[in-house]
């Protein structure tokens, strides 16, 4: 957007923990320069206990790192501060604030998120229609799959993204369990109500999905209209909440009532 951005971000620590060393190490070189032991570990040089011991220091700590959000956003934020302000050919602070993120439990509240994301150049008047919305993901979905002869195939689908994997069922892979044409329909179906501003048509396939998700039409459309107002913290039905606040040790449910409404 003008002033700000939105990600939808997935964070796999199982896959993270499971990465050798030297996976680690080459993430991390991506991003810095590391330090004297990795760069030799990396060169294949051999390195002594007490060298070997302190690298594995560093290795731990820079695993935790790649799968942090704080640290995601951190990374992200002075990438574009940077070159914001070599175009303006300025220096000091870019950003207003820390960023705000809310917890998304299930696959109700993901589908909600994204679509409010992808359709925010839509309602700010940037883009007429999802696929001509610029920086976003359902630009790159809507491009690739007029290329893929299987749309909803994971494989065919935009490498960089989580895919859409299909409906829930037995071994289900990893990525967003519904169909890709099935959100795409979804996220034209909430945008055009949006824009007209009245209900219309829905079609099968859409309500099929709201009914699916657990979720009210009024409802999605308040969602996918404010998603960031209608949810604070965590976004999900009641039991996923109550179950992310007790591992959390938290003595409250924040938002509660909000989640109930919407989730039912």
């Known amino acids: 957007m003008s002033n700000h951005y939105h990600v939808v971000l997935h964070i796999d620590k199982k896959q993270a923990d499971q990465w050798s060393d030297l996976e680690v190490i080459e993430r991390w070189h991506s991003i810095f320069k590391g ?44 990438s574009i501060a940077r070159e914001a302000n070599s175009e303006d050919q300025c220096t000091g602070r870019f950003w207003e604030g820390r960023f705000k993120s809310q917890a998304l439990l299930d696959e109700a509240a993901l589908t909600a998120c994204m679509a409010y994301v992808d359709l925010n150049p839509v309602r700010a008047q940037m883009a007429d229609t999802p696929e001509q919305s610029d920086h976003t993901s359902i630009k790159k979905r809507s491009e690739k799959a007029k290329q893929s002869q299987q749309v909803n195939h994971p494989n065919q689908q935009v490498k960089e993204l989580h895919p859409f994997v299909g409906n829930p069922r037995q071994d289900m892979p990893d990525g967003i369990q519904m169909r890709l044409t099935d959100y795409l329909e979804l996220v034209d179906w909430t945008g055009r109500i949006h824009r007209e501003d009245k209900r219309g048509a829905i079609s099968e396939n859409a309500e099929n999905i709201l009914i699916r998700l657990g979720i009210d039409d009024s409802q999605w459309l308040d ?9 604070a913290t965590f976004a999900g039905n009641e039991q996923r909440l109550r179950s992310a606040c007790e591992t959390l040790n938290y003595q409250r449910s924040p938002g509660l009532s909000r989640c109930r409404a919407a989730f039912g």
């Open 35 to 78: 330090n004297l032991s990795s760069q030799k570990f990396i060169r294949g040089e051999v390195l002594d206990s007490a060298q070997r011991a302190r690298l594995q220091m560093f290795i731990d700590e820079w695993r935790a790192r790649l799968c942090d959000i704080s640290w995601f956003m951190r990374i992200l934020n002075e």
């Open 223 to 231: 969602m996918t209209s404010n998603f960031e107002e209608c949810f």
